[in-house]
């Protein structure tokens, strides 16, 4: 039994050539699925009660550096400045209510 086949070397040379691009890409989409998936579930899995408006959930946002091929959750403390305290916590204090 004889097997015969042809290769268009430029063409598989053209892929290649390519193929650190298209690597590049898919990584970087695969970070943003990635990032989302835990933003989903931060916002869904929280330890913390959440206040009527939500704007802590809201306030997880993902981000994705293709420079760096990377990805960071994080809360945007412009939608909720106090996410960081409720977040990493913070040292015993007074808390003091002001009465208008």
């Known amino acids: 039994m004889n ?10 040379l053209a892929a290649a050539e390519r193929s650190p691009a ?4 898919a990584t970087v989409l695969a970070l943003g699925k990635s990032a989302r998936e835990v933003q989903v579930l931060a916002r869904a899995k929280h330890r913390f009660r959440s206040s009527p408006k939500a704007n802590l959930e809201k306030s997880i946002e993902y981000e994705v550096d293709a420079a760096k091929m990377e990805a960071t959750v994080s809360p945007n403390e412009s939608v909720a400045p106090y996410a960081l305290f409720v977040h990493d916590g913070t040292k015993p204090h007074q808390i003091l209510q002001a009465f208008c």
Not at 3 to 12: A, R
Not at 22 to 25: A, G, P, V
Request: glycine letters at 0%; a negative charge.
């Open 22 to 25: 298209l690597s590049q890409e």
């Open 3 to 12: 097997i015969e086949f042809e290769l268009d070397y430029l063409s598989l």
